[in-house]
């Protein structure tokens, strides 16, 4: 006889009245390799049949069934049961985070989708009849194509968005699966709109607004690896020459205070951060005191002084020989991507 198995669901009915609540079905899954979204089904058809979701293709295609599962997003029928299991043979299935739920494991996307159309997500042409081949087609060079592979397999599920933390501080950042998209016109050479687009990307909610929790990364079921994309968009940003923004002087200044003493002097980050004076009063003074006044950190009047705060760490001269060997691996990128020639 097969396993027993738990499924806890949280439910939720808005036509109820009641809160939501969690539910447990205790079953034998419907076989021993039984995908997340089969013991759903199973319980739909044979234990609950009130039960609500979203699914299609089951075959991580259609984008339909990201749920959150043991707490991270998750696209439930492209992943087995027994890799969830806890030490009671419990799994956990809760509806995507950070959108309102509709009802059960349905949630509302609009705001997911109202991200992705805002950042244009099709390709501009200024001449619609430029460059095509006599048969219509606008062909792209394989290597120009391999810098959009990745994102263009995005099936826009919404598992990033689930665990997506600078979404859920901040519901005006675009995410992880809009800012993939981006990418993908950004780096697509049929456009003609990337320097429009790289400079609305980077305002406020943008690419630089995105904290590296690599959450997307963990949840993606494709090869997108959003934050990775979000990378590739600040280094186009940073070849078009869009530096006059806190996102990109927090890269610089993050790489300046390193080369300092080889610590990362948090101090100083935001300080290197800001575009001005009036910012600095503006913005990061009464954010420093609220953050004293909550104990999140203790003010020093050693960080009052210009300089470097830290004894240098030991292998400091190694520290700068990456970064130097960095800075010259990315300048012979920018040389070839400008097409001058290799003098090495
Ligand atoms: S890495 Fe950035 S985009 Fe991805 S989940 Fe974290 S904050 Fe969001
Ligand atoms: S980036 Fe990945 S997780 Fe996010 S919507 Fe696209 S396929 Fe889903
Ligand atoms: S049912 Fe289509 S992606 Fe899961």
Same mark, same amino acid.
């Given at each position: 006889?097969?396993?027993?198995? +738990? ?38 058809? &044979?234990?609950?049949?009130?039960? +609500? ?21 998750? !696209? ?39 991200? %992705? ?68 016109? %950004? ?15 980077s ?8 904290? &590296? ?24 940003a940073h070849k078009e020459g869009f530096h006059d923004n806190n996102g990109s002087r927090?890269a610089r ?22 575009g001005?004076?009036?910012?600095? %009063? ?10 004293? !006044? ?51």
């Amino acid at each position: 006889m097969s396993e027993m198995i +738990t499924f806890r669901i949280r439910r939720f009915n808005p036509e109820s009245g009641e809160e939501a609540y969690y539910e447990d079905f205790t079953f034998e899954p419907p076989n021993p390799e039984a995908t997340l979204l089969d013991c759903i089904n199973h319980i739909k058809w &044979h234990i609950d049949g009130t039960l +609500t979701y979203r699914m299609s293709c089951r075959s991580a295609i259609c984008g339909s069934c990201a749920m959150r599962v043991n707490g991270g997003g998750q !696209l439930v029928c492209n992943a087995q049961f027994h890799d969830f299991l806890d030490e009671n043979g419990m799994v956990t299935i809760e509806p995507v985070g950070n959108m309102p739920v509709v009802k059960d494991l349905v949630t509302d996307f609009s705001d997911f989708w109202n991200k %992705v159309h805002s950042v244009n997500p099709y390709v501009q042409y200024a001449d619609e009849s430029a460059e095509r081949s006599n048969d219509g087609e606008h062909r792209m060079d394989p290597s120009d194509f391999a810098k959009i592979d990745e994102a263009s397999t995005c099936i826009l599920c919404g598992a990033c968005y689930s665990e997506c933390v600078s979404y859920e501080a901040d519901r005006n950042f675009l995410g992880p699966a809009a800012l993939a998209k981006a990418q993908r016109l %950004v780096n697509d050479t049929r456009d003609e709109t990337k320097h429009e687009r790289l400079e609305a990307l980077s305002e406020y909610g943008g690419m630089w607004d995105c904290a &590296h929790c690599f959450a997307c990364v963990q949840a993606c079921p494709k090869p997108v690896n959003p934050l990775y994309r979000i990378i590739d968009l600040r280094r186009e940003a940073h070849k078009e020459g869009f530096h006059d923004n806190n996102g990109s002087r927090h890269a610089r200044g993050f790489v300046e205070i390193i080369e300092e003493s080889g610590w990362l002097d948090e101090a100083k980050l935001p300080v290197k951060s800001v575009g001005s004076v009036g910012e600095w %009063v503006a913005d990061l003074l009464p954010m420093g005191v609220r953050m004293g !006044l909550k104990n999140k950190y203790r003010p020093n009047p050693i960080h009052l002084i210009p300089g470097r705060h830290h004894p240098e760490i030991p292998k400091m001269e190694e520290v700068k020989t990456i970064i130097q060997k960095t800075r010259l691996d990315k300048e012979d990128e920018t040389a070839e991507a400008e097409g001058e020639p290799d003098n090495g």
